[in-house]
């Protein structure tokens, strides 16, 4: 099938955890192997140079403060102001903000983004808007598991986005610009967790969010030890993307946390951390240095 639409994907890390490797890579398969260095990552998603209209899309957008869910601070923050520099980009330039989900990692600051529409699956936010009314103690934040990947203050913020209009709940499968799509993956990683398949001249392309966290999980169908939705539609999902990019492909997938991103793409170092060059349209410069 010939391409109508495409697209330039750059992915940045952001940021530098490190955490039990069978969080991220299954238990018991990863069990009893130490600590890994994981990255924060989002991506941009820039329509072809000689598109009639010029979108530029970010998926996930990162965290203000750099608390983890163990209380340590993650390491090498770069907030994005810096980050996009690095391929050319400002906050301001961006139209379309898609979350995969409402973790803090991935949803946090949103704000930075002043001209941005956002999107978000209407089942994520509704469902943890639940939880978080029928949590007692909110102070407890993160040492508690329903609430171990959120951030309450944040919810309250996104909920004056959503009540403002910026923030857009869509309702399954959804076609944000030409060419780009935002998957469903209902109780996966999350309630209402969606990935992206971006359309380009070379086939399509997948920004995971945490519907894969590392390429491990979709190489050998094993879903990761931290879940907060259902395994077995996680591992459906890694059926879904496999048939999708191809089983001989899944470099065109973008996990959530893995610093494979940037050996299987060109990359570079800027600043503190990596930026992954995914795919370049027809036209487009490389910003690889």
Not at 26 to 32: A, H, M
């Amino acid at each position: 099938m010939i391409a109508t639409h495409d697209h330039s994907i750059w992915s940045y890390c952001y940021a530098r955890g490190r955490v039990p490797t069978d969080m991220m890579g299954g238990c018991p398969v990863c069990s009893n192997q130490g600590m890994t260095d994981i990255p924060m990552l989002y991506s941009i998603i820039a329509s072809a140079p000689a598109a009639a209209e010029r979108r530029l899309i970010l998926v996930d957008c990162g965290f203000k403060s750099g608390n983890s869910m163990t209380g340590k601070r993650f390491q090498n923050i770069e907030m994005p102001d810096t980050v996009l520099a690095k391929t050319g980009f400002r906050p301001e330039d961006v139209d379309t903000l898609v979350l995969t989900h409402l973790h803090f990692d991935h949803a946090g600051n949103f704000d930075a983004f002043p001209n941005a529409r956002i999107y978000v699956q209407r089942r994520e936010y509704e469902r943890w808007q639940e939880v978080l009314a029928g949590s007692p103690d909110l102070s407890v934040g993160k040492q508690h598991w329903a609430l171990s990947s959120m951030d309450a203050e944040v919810m309250q913020r996104f909920g004056a986005a959503v009540s403002d209009g910026r923030a857009v709940l869509l309702d399954g499968d959804t076609e944000i610009a030409p060419g780009v799509h935002c998957r469903l993956a209902a109780d996966t990683h999350t309630f209402g967790s969606q990935w992206v398949e971006v359309e380009t001249r070379s086939g399509p392309y997948v920004i995971a969010g945490d519907c894969v966290y590392w390429y491990a999980n979709i190489e050998r169908m094993w879903p990761p030890g931290y879940v907060q939705g259902n395994t077995w539609n996680l591992v459906a999902t890694y059926d879904k993307l496999k048939a999708l990019v191809g089983a001989d492909q899944l470099e065109r997938i973008v996990p959530g946390h893995d610093m494979r991103v940037f050996t299987r793409h060109r990359n570079w170092l800027t600043g503190l951390n990596p930026v992954a060059e995914v795919h370049l349209a027809a036209g487009e410069a490389s910003r690889a240095t």
